[in-house]
């Protein structure tokens, strides 16, 4: 039988030297003050001390990772199993709490069996406290990210673990809440194999990524550049604001929107922003291919991306109820960081089917609109290419509004529309002129703010497009993200409500 190379994982101090820029890490570690001890115990916590060269399962303190500094939490598994008693949660929670006093984003990298038996239920209790700590540097608007190490299991995974605004892991490491030797003890058989492990919580969108400990610092400081940037100086006026509606009919452009070369949000991404850096699922336990969420930056503009992803098969579904429950972390993130919001419309339609209604569809799209016009945090919407039913209206809402010349906003497809009114599909494109739901209408009626032109088909010239949109959006979040939030909040409800007034 062929034999299986045993994986060695890195210890604190080794994370520590592979993650921070050399020699610029500072302790923040005080001499650790234990509970109350038994001899017993007393024993265990000299032999894990001299077992690790640690004093405690936790090491913390700031340094530099790509010249930005950042408070950092690691554990050390090979004291006690990294477990968590009453030292190592006063340690964490003195971190956190000075890193949110400093204004510093956090590092985490858990790597624990949870809480530390040989304390009980106090130690259990400590978790309680350490979410207590990260939320309220959460709440300051300061980056809290993980990177889940091998094992993290049991209450460390139910607390401090899970909340990251990012979080990724260590391939093949081993993550859930019961530890699979306490599930074999109590259940007499061993815990389904491949479950716990990082790629299968990345498949099932409870993760955003795995990635390498050596790939760790290039992450994070890419992240930290998107979420961490200072807002600069307005940027010029782009010569689209000068652009006007095509001058063609709606059925002209909604077919143009159809080709299947036109750019998407992958190829705007791609093209168009400085960086971006895509996140996954809801974090519960969903991944919905019908969106696409990530960080990104427009020129010096950074933001919350979320937005339609085409799909890249014909007979792919629709947009699921899952995706906007994916979309909502967006919102929660762009409020939380206090960074802008980017959402992009491009969708032929949500689900038709039974796993979209029960699921909860029309729910989930109410829930959106109702995030969305009340978001805390600036908002820019993009047409980009088709835009039918409500699948497309719940990610609208937004301070101001880009389109590309041939998107489009529709109640339904126009064939679906024509076989309600008409019982065929045969009068579309008399529909589609009728319902206003080209550009031209859009704009007259004060929806649109903004129109990127296509000379005449973005499917011709898809980089050049996605350039200009890309200088058209990088304007956009400059505009909004110097006003007040409140202000904000006031002018887009007004705006919707008076569309269609007058």
């Not at 608007?141 to 091998?150: A, E």
Request: charged share 20%; hydrophobic share 45%; net charge negative.
């Amino acid at each position: 039988m062929p034999t299986v190379e045993k994986v060695r994982h890195l210890n604190a101090a080794e994370l520590l030297e592979a993650v921070v820029d050399e020699g610029s890490f500072v302790s923040w570690d005080s001499p650790a003050q234990e509970p109350p001890l038994s001899e017993e115990y007393f024993r265990d916590l000299a032999r894990a001390r001299e077992r690790s060269g640690t004093d405690e399962s936790v090491i913390t303190g700031a340094g530099l990772i790509r010249g930005r500094r950042v408070a950092l939490i690691v554990s050390e598994f090979s004291f006690l199993a990294g477990s968590i008693g009453h030292a190592a949660a006063q340690r964490i929670v003195a971190a956190v709490e000075r890193a949110t006093a400093e204004g510093l984003p956090l590092l985490a990298g858990p790597a624990s069996g949870g809480t530390r038996m040989q304390e009980g239920t106090l130690a259990f209790l400590s978790m309680v406290k350490i979410t207590g700590a990260v939320r309220a540097h959460r709440q300051a608007g300061l980056p809290y990210l993980v990177y889940l190490r091998h094992p993290t299991t049991g209450g460390v995974m139910a607390s401090w673990g899970s909340l990251g605004h990012i979080n990724v892991a260590e391939p093949g490491s081993l993550l859930g809440f019961l530890g699979p030797r306490v599930y074999e003890a109590l259940h007499g058989e061993a815990f389904p194999d491949k479950v716990q492990v990082a790629e299968n919580l990345f498949n099932k969108g409870l993760i955003d990524g795995v990635v390498e400990p050596a790939d760790l610092a290039d992450l994070v400081g890419r992240a930290l550049d998107i979420l961490c940037a200072r807002r600069g100086t307005p940027p010029e006026a782009p010569a689209t604001l000068a652009v006007r509606p095509a001058p063609v009919d709606a059925w002209t452009s909604i077919g143009i929107s159809r080709r299947p070369r036109r750019p998407d949000l992958r190829q705007l991404l791609k093209y168009g922003a400085t960086d971006a850096l895509p996140l996954n699922g809801t974090g519960q336990g969903e991944k919905d291919p019908g969106l696409l969420l990530a960080l990104a930056r427009f020129g010096g503009q950074s933001c919350i991306v979320l937005g339609h992803a085409r799909p890249l098969r014909r007979d792919a579904a629709g947009m699921g109820p899952g995706s906007l429950r994916e979309a909502r972390r967006g919102m929660k993130l762009a409020e939380e960081l206090r960074l802008p919001l980017l959402t992009v419309i491009d969708t032929a339609g949500a689900a038709l089917s039974q796993e979209a209604e029960e699921g909860g569809l029309a729910g989930e799209i109410a829930r959106s609109l109702h995030e969305l016009i009340g978001l805390e945090a600036p908002s820019v919407s993009v047409l980009l290419g088709q835009g039918a039913g409500g699948g497309a209206l719940a990610l609208l809402p937004a301070d101001r509004t880009i389109a590309a010349q041939h998107s489009w906003l529709s109640p339904l497809p126009p064939e679906g529309a024509s076989a309600i009114v008409h019982r065929t599909t045969a009068h579309a494109p008399a529909m589609a002129q009728a319902q206003g739901v080209n550009v031209a209408s859009l704009y007259a009626n004060g929806l649109v703010d903004h129109i990127v032109d296509e000379r005449d088909d973005a499917s011709l010239e898809p980089q050049q497009f996605c350039r200009r949109m890309a200088l058209a959006i990088e304007y956009e979040l400059g505009s909004v993200a110097g006003i007040a939030v409140p202000e904000l909040v006031a002018a887009r409800s007004a705006k919707y409500r008076s569309l269609g007034a007058g």
